[in-house]
């Protein structure tokens, strides 16, 4: 039987949280010496100012809290969830944050200056991070877990998220760019 489409909507954003948590924290806890270390690569800075380990790793350890306080809800919200193997607790946020950390890779070396704006790969970098860690340290759950209707769900939800948690984050004053 195929899930309704309810069930489908609330997987797809449950299995997400954790991968798009981490990034919202990072904005929270950032600061201190950046990931590079300085660095520069062809003249331009490796990854720049706006990651940081502090944000990597508090981002990380966040989401990984997440998947495992969802872990603890899941009897009580419905089985129909999933929950997540200890490969998955840290594949999704960390993947995240490597993913997180990968577009700012690409930003730098297209010149584009730390918080400046670069469509898809600001959105979708962390996504694609953490479904491709998932899929390397725990292939059959994410196949499961991913089905296509969960997936399109997943994506579609992350430029409202991104927007929306950004957006937030600017009014708070936590960042100085809404993207
Ligand atoms: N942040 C951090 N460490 C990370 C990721 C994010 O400290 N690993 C914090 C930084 O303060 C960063 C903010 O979260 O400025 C927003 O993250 P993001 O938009 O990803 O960084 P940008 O500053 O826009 O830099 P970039 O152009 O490299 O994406
Ligand atoms: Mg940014």
């Known amino acids: 039987m195929a899930p309704d489409i309810p069930t489908v909507v609330l997987t797809g954003v449950w ?30 800075r490796l990854l720049g100012d706006g990651k940081t380990w502090r944000g990597f790793l508090g981002g990380t350890v966040a989401g990984a809290g997440v ?4 872990n603890v809800l899941r009897p009580s919200v419905s089985a129909a969830l999933p929950s997540f ?7 999704l ?55 296509p209707p969960v ?5 579609a939800l992350t430029p409202l998220l991104h927007r929306g948690t950004n957006g937030l984050a600017y009014y708070l004053g936590l960042k100085d760019v809404p993207w």
């Open 67 to 70: 998947a495992v306080g969802l």
């Open 15 to 44: 299995v997400m949280l954790p991968a798009y948590v981490p990034n919202s924290v990072a904005v929270v806890v950032g600061g201190g010496p950046p990931i590079d270390g300085g660095r520069l690569w062809h003249g331009t």
């Open 151 to 155: 997936l399109l769900v997943a994506l």
């Open 85 to 91: 193997p200890v490969s998955v607790v840290i594949a």
């Open 93 to 147: 946020p960390l993947g995240a944050m490597l993913g997180d950390a990968a577009g700012s890779f690409v930003k730098r070396r297209t010149g584009r200056e730390r918080g400046a704006r670069f469509p898809l790969v600001d959105q979708f970098s962390f996504v694609c991070g953490a479904l491709l860690l998932s899929v390397l340290l725990a292939p059959s759950w994410t196949f499961e877990t991913f089905t």
